[in-house]
């Protein structure tokens, strides 16, 4: 079982930086994967960043990006596993929304598949005006 709390969100003139934490407690001892979502008004959930924590059999940490945020945002977990952090720069007023943080999903291929995750947090609201 693993539950999420995201905090951070905010309001920020475009051109600005929020940096959204999730806080994660399970009571599994592996670290499981984690993502970053986001929901605009009218549209459908999108993936905005994961991180796959690295082991021998998998190889080093994995962190993937949509295309829309590359360069701008950075995903990072803390050496513990019971935190997630999404560091936002240069924010643009598309960048807007509701921001979820998600864990637990076994392919990483496919990570932007909103089905393919299992716990969800209630989400944190992102404003960005132009």
């Known amino acids: 079982q693993v539950r999420l709390e995201e905090s951070g969100g905010g309001s920020v003139q475009a051109g600005g930086s929020l940096t959204l934490s999730c806080a994660v407690s399970?009571?599994?001892?592996?670290?499981?994967?984690m993502a970053w979502f986001r929901q605009s008004p009218g549209k459908g959930r999108e993936g905005v960043a994961t991180?796959?924590?690295?082991?021998?059999?998998?190889?080093?940490?994995?962190?993937d990006y949509a295309d829309s945020v590359k360069g701008r945002f950075i995903i990072s977990r803390d050496n513990s596993g019971n935190s997630l952090t999404l560091e936002m720069n240069n924010l643009k007023p598309e960048d807007t929304g509701m921001y979820y943080c998600?864990?637990?999903?076994?392919?990483?291929?496919?990570?932007?598949?909103?089905?393919?995750?299992?716990?969800w947090g209630q989400g944190t609201q992102v404003t960005v005006s132009a």
């Open positions: 399970r009571t599994r001892f592996m670290e499981p994967p």
């Open positions: 991180i796959y924590p690295g082991n021998g059999f998998a190889g080093p940490t994995f962190t």
């Open positions: 998600a864990a637990d999903s076994p392919n990483r291929k496919v990570w932007t598949n909103v089905g393919g995750w299992t716990y």
